[in-house]
């Protein structure tokens, strides 16, 4: 027992007594028997480490950050982006002339099937903060600017768009796009332009053109009593109140004389003439064409033989095409919001040929080729007309008129391919 008692106890480390295995002290050397070890001093080569780690840290965010803030940015938006650089901030918005700060996010055409239509896309671009028109200063730091139509079901219709420039015809917006389309069914095309800025910013407007079709009801002399002006009138009066808006309506005229005016005042109708055995559809009356809508009315194949007056008057869209204007003290009048275009017609011995007088209206067409202005007074009278799209009379004959063209309002109009007799 005694043995096993002397191997639980320890010696004590000074003296050698023994001691029991719990005794932190030596009663007989009065020494502390506990045992140290010695402790190194903390290394500072971790807090080198550690320091090195935060500072690659902190120094690669300011190089991120820095490169963040410096590199290419794209923006993308649907009918508006806010720009923002050195100079201030801009707005670029796909708009209306009547308002240029409301994004037009999307528009929607009605189109008569495989008939062509032309439409603008127009870009302003506006000092946010006090609106004014910024599209000069901004187009300097435009690089290139493209348009383009995202790829159409071939069997829907066929779009395409213009590249991007300014235009006569809409002289506040910095850009325009001139959208070519057909239609036969209906459909939706995504339009993106995209502007590639000199600092290497890429700016992306996008627009949804939705074209719905047009359904065209054609009317021969079979179809509808027309053989007189009092049958075509109540023929016009009908179908002005019971066709849809957007029908495209067609009157086919018989080879007869009317004698008379007739007034379509409500929506469009197409009116075409006919010929056989010498003998062509015409009026002798005036023609008042004032319809509510934007669309044009088509006028062909018809002479106008009168003994003053005016042959056509006209205070919305026309097109009048392959007509003879005679005797008349104005043969074609373009009044109050009416863009008329006068193609292929004869206009003769009238006091005045073709007056354009329109404070208002969207420009159809630049285009009075064909014509053949004889022995008028004053073939050409331009005393206003709402855009300063440059008229161009190619191909057009003067002769034996007292003035040919006279520019009252100073518009622009391309002559150099005009005849003058």
Known sequence: MRGEDME?????????????????????????????????????????????????????????AVFLLTRPRVYDGVGEVVYTDADGTYQLVLALPENRYEALAEQSFHA??????????????????????????????????????LPLDESLGTVSCSAPAPHSAAPDAALVSLVDFTARDDYTAQMVWTLHMTNGDTIRLRQELHVALIHTYNYHPEDAPMETLADLQA?????????????????????????????????????????????????????????????????QGIDFVGDGGVGISASARLWVEDCTFTGWKTGVLGYGDAWVNVIGCTLADNEIGFHFNSEEGAASHSMYNDNRFVDNGTAVLLERVPTDLTLNFQDSLFSGNGTDIDNLCRQPIDITQAVFE
């Open 8 to 64: 639980r106890n320890q010696r004590c480390p000074r003296c050698g007594a023994a001691l029991p295995e719990e005794a932190s002290f030596c009663p007989f050397c009065a020494g502390s028997i506990n045992r140290r070890t010695a402790v190194e001093p903390p290394s500072l080569r971790g807090r080198r480490v550690l320091r090195a780690l935060l500072f690659s840290a902190v120094l690669a965010a300011a190089v991120l």
């Open 112 to 149: 008569a099937e495989g008939e062509p239509y032309r439409v603008p896309s127009r870009l302003y671009i506006n000092h946010t903060d006090s609106g004014a028109d910024a599209g000069q200063l901004f187009l300097q730091k435009v690089d290139s600017a493209t348009a383009e139509l």
């Open 235 to 299: 023929l016009v009066d009908e179908l002005a109140e019971t066709a849809e808006p957007y029908d495209k309506l067609n009157l086919f005229l018989p080879p007869v004389t009317y004698e008379g005016s007739l007034v379509m005042e409500e929506r469009p109708i197409n009116l075409y003439g006919s010929e056989e055995n010498g003998r062509r559809t015409t009026f002798t009356g005036t023609l008042r064409v004032a319809s509510r809508d934007s669309w044009i009315t088509y006028i």
